[in-house]
């Protein structure tokens, strides 16, 4: 499933996109969650090997389409920078991944992506502040501590859905022997959680899709204008917007 340079750039979104300083809407976010574990899980049945997941390189189609690049199609120079240090399993690190399904590993960088992007940039510095000073090389002694776990979403978010901070911590469990890997399992989970809280599975639409690319993107035009005024205090009108987008 090679991407398709051809592909409409208008048409298409990167993981990436998501990323933004403040905590992501889960309504908004788990759609395209289950997406990617579609994915993902798709290429484990075609190639049997782990998957090339950095959100930079994940395409997302406005159709629902995800394409991942497969680690085993990629090109020898590419394939000569992997693993990425941030986004790797504690196992793709120790270079013993092929112990394990590929399910294992890629279930934990799955979650790991889905938890910066959940969490927001803010806070997601604020937490890993040790590891970022490192640079780069400091990623791998986070991952390879069994003993540091990532602080649950709940822990930091208000009313954080429970569930979905459960599910986010287990495939984010840093023993591979007792990490949630079963993407099936957790794409039904994550569809669950979406019943839950009263949205149906099919939100994952063009339409759905179009309209969480707007609140994010006006989201962080908010957050831009009120970074670029030095902290000034937020407009009465932003205030609305937000209120509005709470609602």
Same mark, same amino acid.
Do not use: C
């Given at each position: 499933?090679?991407?398709?340079?051809?592909?409409?750039?208008?048409?298409?979104?990167?993981?990436?996109?998501?990323?933004?300083?403040?905590?992501?809407?889960?309504?908004?976010?788990?759609?395209?969650?289950?997406?990617?574990?579609?994915?993902?899980?798709?290429?484990?049945?075609?190639?049997?090997?782990?998957?090339?997941?950095?959100?930079?390189?994940?395409?997302?189609?406005?159709?629902? *389409?995800?394409?991942? @690049?497969?680690? %085993?199609? &990629?090109?020898?120079?590419?394939?000569?920078?992997?693993? !990425? /240090? +941030?986004?790797?399993?504690?196992?793709?690190?120790?270079?013993?991944?092929?112990?394990?399904?590929?399910?294992?590993?890629?279930?934990?960088?799955?979650?790991?992506?889905?938890?910066?992007?959940?969490?927001?940039?803010?806070?997601?510095?604020?937490?890993?502040?040790?590891?970022?000073?490192e640079g780069e090389i400091g990623?791998?002694?986070?991952?390879?501590?069994?003993y540091r776990p990532a602080h649950?979403?709940?822990?930091?978010i208000n009313d954080f859905p429970?569930?979905?901070?459960?599910?986010?911590?287990?495939?984010?469990? *840093?023993?591979?022997? @007792?990490?949630? %890997?079963? &993407?099936?399992?957790?794409?039904?989970?994550?569809?669950? !959680? /979406? +019943?839950?809280?009263?949205?149906?599975?099919?939100?994952?639409?063009?339409?759905?899709?179009?309209?969480?690319?707007?609140?994010?993107?006006?989201?962080?035009?908010?957050?831009?204008?009120?970074?670029?005024?030095?902290?000034?205090?937020?407009?009465?009108?932003?205030?609305?917007?937000?209120?509005?987008?709470?609602?």
């Amino acid at each position: 499933m090679a991407i398709d340079h051809n592909v409409n750039a208008n048409a298409a979104r990167y993981l990436s996109d998501l990323q933004s300083a403040v905590p992501a809407p889960p309504a908004m976010i788990v759609p395209v969650f289950l997406d990617v574990i579609t994915a993902v899980d798709a290429l484990h049945r075609k190639y049997k090997t782990v998957s090339n997941l950095k959100p930079d390189k994940i395409v997302l189609l406005s159709n629902g *389409k995800v394409i991942i @690049e497969p680690q %085993s199609q &990629l090109s020898a120079a590419t394939a000569k920078a992997l693993p !990425s /240090l +941030k986004y790797s399993s504690p196992e793709m690190l120790e270079e013993v991944q092929g112990v394990y399904a590929p399910n294992v590993s890629d279930s934990y960088v799955l979650g790991f992506m889905f938890y910066e992007i959940l969490l927001g940039r803010d806070l997601f510095q604020r937490q890993f502040a040790e590891v970022l000073r490192e640079g780069e090389i400091g990623w791998p002694w986070w991952h390879l501590d069994q003993y540091r776990p990532a602080h649950s979403l709940s822990s930091q978010i208000n009313d954080f859905p429970s569930a979905l901070s459960r599910l986010i911590d287990g495939m984010m469990n *840093k023993r591979p022997a @007792e990490r949630m %890997s079963d &993407l099936r399992s957790i794409w039904e989970t994550l569809a669950g !959680s /979406l +019943k839950a809280a009263g949205i149906p599975k099919e939100v994952s639409t063009k339409e759905h899709r179009r309209k969480t690319w707007k609140i994010l993107s006006f989201i962080k035009g908010i957050v831009e204008r009120y970074i670029k005024a030095v902290q000034k205090p937020l407009t009465k009108e932003d205030e609305e917007d937000l209120q509005g987008l709470s609602m």
